[in-house]
Nanobody
Framework: QVQLVESGGGSVQAGGSLNLSCVVS????????AAWFRQAPGKEREGVAH????????YYANSVKGRFTISRDNAKNTLDLRMNSLKPEDTAMYYC?????????????????WGQGTQVTVSS
C-alpha cells in the first residue's frame, strides 16, 4: 500500500521560510517522479517542483524559481520542499505526489499517488 504523508505547513509572514516534508512508503519502483503541487481556493492544482528519484534532475514552476528547492533523501524515502522568500500568493494547500517517470511533470494525471495536503499561509 502506497502512502504519502506531508508535514511542515503553517503560517508565516511574507519574506519568511518554511520546510515541507513528505514521507513516501510502499511505492513499488525505485525510479519514479516525485513532485510538489499546490492548490489555492477557487484555482486549479498547479505544479510547483519536480524531481526524478534516479537522476536527481529537477524542474520548477517559473513562479517559484530561485525561491523554492526540492530535494529527495532516497535512504529516508522523504521528499522535501524548502520555501524561501515566501509571498502571499504562495498561500495554498500543498500536496506531494509520486508517479511514473514518463510524461509532462506539470500534468496532474501523471501522478498515481497523492498525500493529504498541508496548508501554507503567507500573510502580508
Amino acid at each position: 500500500q502506497v502512502q504519502l504523508v506531508e508535514s511542515g505547513g503553517g503560517s508565516v509572514q511574507a519574506g519568511g521560510s518554511l520546510n515541507l516534508s513528505c514521507v513516501v512508503s510502499g511505492y513499488p519502483r525505485n525510479s519514479y517522479s516525485a513532485a510538489w503541487f499546490r492548490q489555492a481556493p477557487g484555482k486549479e492544482r498547479e505544479g510547483v517542483a519536480h524531481i526524478y528519484t534516479d537522476s536527481g534532475i529537477k524542474y520548477y514552476a517559473n513562479s517559484v524559481k530561485g525561491r523554492f528547492t526540492i530535494s529527495r533523501d532516497n535512504a529516508k524515502n522523504t521528499l522535501d520542499l524548502r520555501m524561501n522568500s515566501l509571498k502571499p500568493e504562495d498561500t495554498a494547500m500543498y500536496y506531494c505526489a509520486v508517479g511514473r517517470q514518463a510524461g509532462d511533470w506539470l500534468s496532474v494525471s501523471k501522478y498515481s499517488y497523492w498525500g493529504q495536503g498541508t496548508q501554507v499561509t503567507v500573510s502580508s
